[in-house]
Nanobody
Framework: QLQLVESGGGLVQPGGSLRLSCAASGFTLDYYAIAWFRQAPGKGREGVSC????????NYADSVKGRFTISRDNAKNTVYLQMNSLKPEDTGVYYC????????????????????WGKGTLVTVSS
């Protein structure tokens, strides 16, 4: 079964850090760009960060630039989202999604046309 599984969410105080993981099973992430999305309570889903298949290209939403870092370890078939200086407005369910742009490794990533989605992990930033 092809799936993505997120982990690492939890409750953290403002200013704290969390590292989310997105692990793939049933397929290899080598040729997939990965994006992280989040959905805050009562709001729509937004793209947070993405990374190309080999990690050469990344993108961040303005709201997380300088605080979040996306990375990947293809040997472990896992993508990470390091979140520092967390704010209450970072609260939400975080999802990872994968998209293959074509054969081989293509240095682009984005937030549309995703092929696979995880079920999400909840991040709560509160004192």
């Amino acid at each position: 079964q092809l799936q993505l599984v997120e982990s690492g969410g939890g409750l953290v105080q403002p200013g704290g850090s969390l590292r989310l993981s997105c692990a793939a099973s049933g397929f290899t992430l080598d040729y997939y760009a990965i994006a992280w999305f989040r959905q805050a309570p009562g709001k729509g889903r937004e793209g947070v960060s993405c990374i190309s298949s080999r990690g050469g290209s990344t993108n961040y939403a303005d709201s997380v630039k300088g605080r979040f870092t996306i990375s990947r370890d293809n040997a472990k078939n896992t993508v990470y989202l390091q979140m520092n200086s967390l704010k209450p407005e970072d609260t939400g369910v975080y999802y990872c999604a994968a998209r293959r742009y074509g054969s081989g490794s293509i240095p682009i990533c984005g937030y549309s046309g995703m092929d696979y989605w995880g079920k999400g992990t909840l991040v709560t930033v509160s004192s």
